[in-house]
């Protein structure tokens, strides 16, 4: 079945510490999204990739990284540069470039301890 | 004032029942609309995507538009328990990125 697959579930972080959050696609969608979901505030953009090896910042890419080099792999790091990480991160996908009908994952919920 | 308001619930309604979920939003150029459901702890999935105004029904979903008054519904006929989610409005223009509304939280109570 195709499907975005997004690892670790859950995740814990440090103070200070660095982690990547994972996101493959094997639906052979063109561009890949990342959003952060936190209680009353919906969905925030974080970074997208319309194609390989280009991404472009969402609203609140600060403390964020991600890398496109493959089509079906779009990473996310959380920095310690990023102050408040703990929320629930989706990653999502589209065929083409258009921004609706997304697909999105099961999303990771990094907490920081 | 934010681009998308939902009312965040949470809502309670008995098995069987109508359910009305509602946004409304301030950017006319909005284009196309969608709902999407969330189960808890769960991404969300696309439930319904219009283009324009009116209605447009998907089995027990009926989604509907009104861009004269910037208001959009989701209505579900004989509600069910699995129905239990929180829902999500969206919407955007051209190529531009979706904005979502924070969603509303559906309890159908057997």
């Known amino acids: 079945d195709g499907g975005i697959t997004q690892s670790p579930k859950y995740l814990f972080r440090k103070e200070g510490q660095n982690v990547t959050l994972s996101c493959e696609q094997n639906?052979?969608?063109?561009?890949m999204y990342w959003y952060r979901q936190d209680p009353g505030q919906g969905l925030r953009l974080i970074y997208y990739?319309?194609?390989?090896?280009?991404?472009q910042k969402g609203d609140i890419a600060e403390g964020y990284s991600v890398s496109r080099e493959k089509k079906e792999s779009f990473p996310l790091t959380v920095t310690s540069a990023q102050k408040n990480p703990t929320a629930f991160y989706l990653c999502?996908?589209?065929?083409?470039?258009?921004?609706?009908?997304?697909?999105f994952g099961s999303g990771t919920r990094l907490t920081v301890v | 004032q934010k681009e998308v308001e939902q009312d965040p619930g949470p809502l309670s309604v008995p098995e069987g029942a109508i359910v009305s979920l509602n946004c409304t939003y301030s950017?006319?150029?909005?284009?196309?609309f969608m709902w999407y459901r969330q189960y808890s702890r769960k991404g969300p999935e696309l439930l319904m995507y219009t283009y324009s105004s009116g209605n447009k029904e998907d089995g027990r979903f009926t989604a509907q538009v009104d861009k004269s008054s910037k208001y959009i519904s989701l209505f579900i006929r004989d509600s069910q328990p699995s129905d239990s989610a929180t829902y999500l409005c969206a919407m955007g223009r051209g190529y531009q990125k979706v904005t979502f509304g924070t969603g509303t939280k559906l309890q159908v109570i057997p």
């Open positions: 639906l052979n969608h063109d561009a």
């Open positions: 990739s319309q194609i390989v090896n280009d991404f």
């Open positions: 950017n006319s150029a909005f284009q196309y």
């Open positions: 999502a996908s589209t065929e083409g470039q258009q921004s609706y009908g997304y697909t």
